[in-house]
């Protein structure tokens, strides 16, 4: 079953090598586990994506610059997402302010081939003892 995705949820690339965490700005003013639930436009690089350490897409001409001087190796370079288009497809029968909310089902591509994928909704169940 889909989960809503919130601020601190952890998202990977396939290019990169570590994981990184969604930032979401309460500008939505919508709440899932006490954070800010996330919609499909929460895609933007640095603000609401952050880097995912290593980049080692050969797209990236960072990292083509770097296999080239290497002669051939593989060279990867520090990882700056470069997600220019929405999360999709969205849980169009969410909305939040307008919006489809993010769900862990979705997907965001980077401009270097990357495929980002959501690894933990960021959400919790909390428990009354």
């Known amino acids: 079953m889909p989960q809503h995705v919130c601020n601190g949820a ?14 979401v700005l309460p500008t939505d003013r919508v709440r899932t586990s006490n954070q800010p639930a996330a919609t499909i436009n929460d895609h933007q690089p640095m603000t609401n994506i952050t880097p995912f350490g290593m980049c ?5 001409p960072q990292v083509a610059a770097a296999t080239a001087a290497a002669q051939g190796v593989l060279t990867p370079q520090p990882c700056l997402p470069a997600t220019f288009t929405p999360w999709v497809p969205g849980a169009a029968t969410v909305l939040l302010g307008g919006k489809p909310s ?4 979705c997907g965001c591509n980077c401009l270097w081939g990357g495929a980002i ?8 169940t909390e ?3």
């Open 102 to 105: 993010l769900d862990n089902t």
């Open 56 to 60: 080692t897409s050969p797209s990236n």
């Open 127 to 129: 428990s009354i003892p």
């Open 117 to 124: 994928q959501v690894t933990n909704p960021g959400q919790f």
């Open 10 to 23: 952890t998202l990977m690339c396939s290019f990169g090598l570590a994981p990184s965490q969604l930032i």
